[in-house]
């Protein structure tokens, strides 16, 4: 039962919410006198335009477009454009701008200038969004624009978009990515018209590309802000942002082309505006010019400075490849000699080895037969003594030779030879018997002076 009467009781809440919707925003209707037009003219001129009458050309250059200086918020009423152009907000929330190849981009105001966020063609796709002013034909019907979106394609050239990457929109920086138009083409080949307006309460909303697929396909989170009636609307003012709700004027304007006539000129006043308007245009496009013509040589500077830098980095590191060279030359030379100095130091290492060990088995021999080989003539040799023996034992020498020659028991002792020779004889010299050797005679002659 209590289940059954709650949905009874939800059922006549859904009865009486349809019956009765939520109020919308009341739509204020104000006159154009209220100061609506001098917030732009000290930012422009007004001229008349053979299509649409009389429109206000700003004082920017020929390459400026409308929607660019200034950035997008997503809003209960849609994507709203906050100006960051000198003379404000008006023109991108009241009206229409056309291309004029005389004047370059104008606003053309219609007699009742009503409110919105933003009055743009919107496209996407490819990771790229898209806006363009719409035409002055597209008019709001109060549900809706007067044109369908076939319309507005065929009526908006491809010069007039302008894109910028996905990850840039909904950034106060998105004016510094915008694409130069030459990419246009390509871009709009590439995205997807979604150009939607609605109505609420006879208020425009301009959807546009849904937040909801933009979060979709970045991850990025687009802040909401709730729009907020002004606390005086007689002033047109920028919006002022607060925290998460942005005030602004958005009532509509109700006789300006009544009100249009006094800025704009008509007689022979109009042609002397004119021609001061025209003098001005010219003289801004002399200053564009030579501003190009500046930027021109500065860019021919900066480019020569580039190849300059360019052709002395080119320089420098050819330089140091050839230093590079010329080390690596030498450190391969000084590689080398060093490998054959420590192959010669090696031989000769095992020279000194070789000698070493030759020496060493000559002594062995010498030990063992009383002779060293000699490793230069590769045969044995009879060493010589270092000292010649005393003469004493020189004698004793020969004598024992000559006892080796006889029989045993003919050896006899051998006396003094001093006591051998007789006063006034001389002695034999050693030097002789040193150099002589062994003589027998002269032997026998000594032992006979002797007895």
């Not at 300006?256 to 109009?270: H, L, T, V, Y």
């Not at 490849?321 to 290492?349: H, L």
């Not at 004598?399 to 002695?427: E, I, L, M, S, T």
């Given at each position: 039962?209590?289940?059954?009467?709650?949905?009874?009781?939800?059922?006549?809440?859904?009865?009486?919410?349809?019956?009765?919707?939520?109020?919308?925003?009341?739509?204020?209707?104000?006159?154009?006198?209220?100061?609506?037009?001098?917030?732009?003219?000290?930012?422009?001129?007004?001229?008349?335009?053979?299509?649409?009458?009389?429109?206000?050309?700003?004082?920017?250059?020929?390459?400026?477009?409308?929607?660019?200086?200034?950035?997008?918020?997503?809003?209960?009423?849609?994507?709203?454009?906050?100006?960051?152009?000198?003379?404000?907000?008006?023109?991108?929330?009241?009206?229409?701008?056309?291309?004029?190849?005389?004047?370059?981009?104008?606003?053309?105001?219609?007699?009742?200038?009503?409110?919105?966020?933003?009055?743009?063609?919107?496209?996407?796709?490819?990771?790229?969004?898209?806006?363009?002013?719409?035409?002055?034909?597209?008019?709001?019907?109060?549900?809706?624009?007067?044109?369908?979106?076939?319309?507005?394609?065929?009526?908006?050239?491809?010069?007039?978009?302008?894109?910028?990457?996905?990850?840039?929109?909904?950034?106060?920086?998105?004016?510094?990515?915008?694409?130069?138009?030459?990419?246009?083409?390509?871009?709009?080949?590439?995205?997807?018209?979604?150009?939607?307006?609605?109505?609420?309460?006879?208020?425009?909303?301009?959807?546009?590309?849904?937040?909801?697929?933009?979060?979709?396909d970045t991850g990025r989170r687009f802040q909401r802000y709730s729009l907020a009636d002004a606390s005086s609307p007689a002033r047109m003012t920028r919006p002022a942002?607060?925290?998460?709700?942005?005030?602004?004027?958005?009532?509509?304007?109700?006789?300006?082309?009544?009100?249009?006539?006094?800025?704009?000129?008509?007689?022979?006043?109009?042609?002397?505006?004119?021609?001061?308007?025209?003098?001005?245009?010219?003289?801004?496009?002399?200053?564009?010019?030579?501003?190009?013509?500046?930027?021109?040589?500065?860019?021919?500077?900066?480019?020569?400075?580039?190849?300059?830098?360019?052709?002395?980095?080119?320089?420098?590191?050819?330089?140091?490849?050839?230093?590079?060279?010329?080390?690596?030359?030498?450190?391969?030379?000084?590689?080398?000699?060093?490998?054959?100095?420590?192959?010669?130091?090696?031989?000769?290492?095992?020279?000194?080895?070789?000698?070493?060990?030759?020496?060493?088995?000559?002594?062995?021999?010498?030990?063992?037969q009383g002779g060293s080989r000699d490793p230069n003539q590769g045969r044995w040799r009879?060493?010589?003594?270092?000292?010649?023996?005393?003469?004493?034992?020189?004698?004793?020498?020969?004598?024992?030779?000559?006892?080796?020659?006889?029989?045993?028991?003919?050896?006899?002792?051998?006396?003094?030879?001093?006591?051998?020779?007789?006063?006034?004889?001389?002695?034999?010299?050693?030097?002789?018997?040193?150099?002589?050797?062994?003589?027998?005679?002269?032997?026998?002659?000594?032992?006979?002076?002797?007895?």
């Open positions: 039962m209590k289940s059954r009467g709650m949905l009874v009781a939800l059922a006549m809440a859904a009865m009486l919410l349809g019956a009765h919707p939520l109020p919308a925003h009341a739509v204020t209707r104000i006159s154009a006198s209220i100061d609506f037009y001098n917030d732009l003219d000290p930012y422009g001129d007004w001229e008349n335009i053979p299509r649409y009458g009389d429109c206000w050309v700003p004082n920017r250059p020929a390459s400026w477009r409308p929607y660019t200086v200034g950035y997008w918020v997503d809003t209960d009423y849609g994507w709203m454009w906050i100006s960051q152009d000198p003379w404000g907000d008006i023109p991108y929330h009241y009206g229409r701008w056309a291309y004029e190849s005389r004047y370059g981009w104008v606003w053309v105001p219609d007699d009742d200038l009503v409110w919105a966020p933003s009055w743009c063609a919107w496209r996407y796709g490819d990771d790229y969004v898209g806006w363009a002013p719409l035409p002055p034909e597209a008019d709001w019907g109060g549900s809706g624009l007067s044109v369908n979106v076939s319309f507005i394609d065929r009526s908006i050239d491809r010069s007039e978009w302008c894109f910028a990457p996905v990850r840039t929109f909904g950034t106060r920086s998105v004016r510094y990515s915008i694409l130069p138009p030459t990419r246009n083409v390509t871009l709009i080949a590439r995205t997807t018209n979604y150009t939607r307006y609605e109505a609420r309460g006879s208020m425009p909303v301009a959807r546009g590309v849904p937040p909801e697929l933009l979060t979709r942002i607060r925290g998460r709700t942005i005030e602004v004027n958005r009532a509509t304007i109700v006789g300006a082309q009544r009100e249009r006539a006094r800025f704009a000129p008509s007689g022979s006043n109009a042609q002397d505006m004119r021609q001061r308007g025209n003098q001005r245009r010219q003289d801004q496009g002399m200053g564009q010019n030579r501003g190009a013509i500046q930027r021109d040589q500065l860019e021919r500077r900066q480019n020569q400075g580039a190849e300059m830098r360019r052709q002395q980095q080119s320089d420098m590191r050819r330089q140091q490849q050839q230093s590079d060279m010329r080390r690596r030359g030498q450190d391969r030379r000084q590689y080398q000699d060093q490998q054959q100095q420590d192959r010669q130091y090696q031989r000769q290492q095992q020279d000194q080895q070789q000698q070493r060990q030759y020496e060493r088995r000559g002594r062995g021999s010498d030990q063992g009879r060493d010589q003594p270092q000292e010649q023996p005393p003469p004493q034992q020189q004698q004793r020498q020969r004598g024992g030779g000559r006892d080796q020659g006889q029989a045993p028991d003919q050896r006899q002792p051998q006396p003094n030879q001093n006591r051998g020779k007789g006063r006034g004889q001389k002695q034999p010299d050693q030097s002789q018997d040193q150099g002589q050797g062994q003589d027998p005679n002269r032997d026998r002659h000594g032992r006979g002076h002797g007895g």
